[in-house]
C-alpha cells in the first residue's frame, strides 16, 4: 500500500511538471517567435548617409536593433540616438536628439521617444516627448506639448506640425507666449 501511495504521488508531480513545461514552451515560442528578435544589434554606431559624395546625414546611436519583417521592418534606436541634417551644400541644417527612436524604412518614417530636442540652423528649439518624421509628407509632427524656443520667445503648446528643417511650424493648441529681451543689459 506504501508503493502504491508513493507511485500516485510521483505520477502527480510528473503531472504537474508537464503541464507546467507545456506553458513554459509556449511561451518560449511566442518570445523566440522570428519577427521578435532582432535579426542584428549595433554597438555604440555612428552611420553616415550620403548622395553622390555630399553628407545629407549622419546618425549617432548607443543601441540598433533591426527586426527584419517583410511587411514592416523597422530599426529600434535606443540608450541615445542623435541624427543631423546637412543641407544640399553640406551645411548643418537641424539636429534632433531623443532617448529612443523607431525608424520605418519602407513607410519613410521614424518616430522620436523620450526626451526629445530639435535644433535647426536658425537657432530654434523644439522639446517634446514625441516626434514624428514622415519623410514621404516632407512633415514633421507631434500630439504631445511642446516648448519652442527661438532668439525672441519661447512658446508652449500640444501638437505641432513643421517642414522637416524646422524653419516653419504651426502649434496646434498655443498654451502661452513669452518675448524674451535679446538685448544685453549695459555694464557699468
Known amino acids: 500500500m506504501i508503493k502504491i501511495k508513493k507511485g500516485l504521488l510521483f505520477l502527480h ?100 521617444r523620450d526626451s526629445v530636442v530639435l535644433k535647426n540652423y536658425e537657432g530654434k528649439m523644439l522639446q517634446t516627448e514625441k516626434l514624428t518624421w514622415d519623410d514621404e509628407a516632407q512633415r514633421i509632427y507631434t500630439d504631445e506639448f511642446v516648448k519652442i524656443t527661438t532668439p525672441t520667445e519661447v512658446l508652449y503648446g500640444d501638437g505641432l506640425e513643421a517642414k522637416p528643417d524646422f524653419s516653419e511650424y504651426e502649434i496646434k493648441n498655443i498654451k502661452g507666449r513669452i518675448k524674451v529681451d535679446s538685448e544685453e543689459p549695459e555694464q557699468k
Open 13 to 112: 508531480l510528473t503531472s504537474l511538471l508537464l503541464v507546467g513545461c507545456e506553458n513554459d514552451l509556449k511561451e518560449v515560442e511566442r518570445f523566440a517567435a522570428y519577427d521578435n528578435l532582432p535579426l542584428q544589434t549595433i554597438v555604440n554606431s555612428k552611420i553616415t548617409y550620403t548622395d553622390s559624395t555630399i553628407v545629407t546625414f549622419t546618425v549617432d546611436a548607443g543601441q540598433i536593433d533591426r527586426y527584419p519583417s517583410e511587411e514592416d521592418p523597422r530599426d529600434e534606436f535606443s540608450n541615445g540616438v542623435k541624427v543631423i541634417t546637412y543641407n544640399k551644400g553640406g551645411g548643418f541644417e537641424s539636429q534632433i536628439d531623443a532617448d529612443n527612436a523607431t525608424n520605418f524604412p519602407k513607410r519613410k518614417l521614424m518616430i522620436a
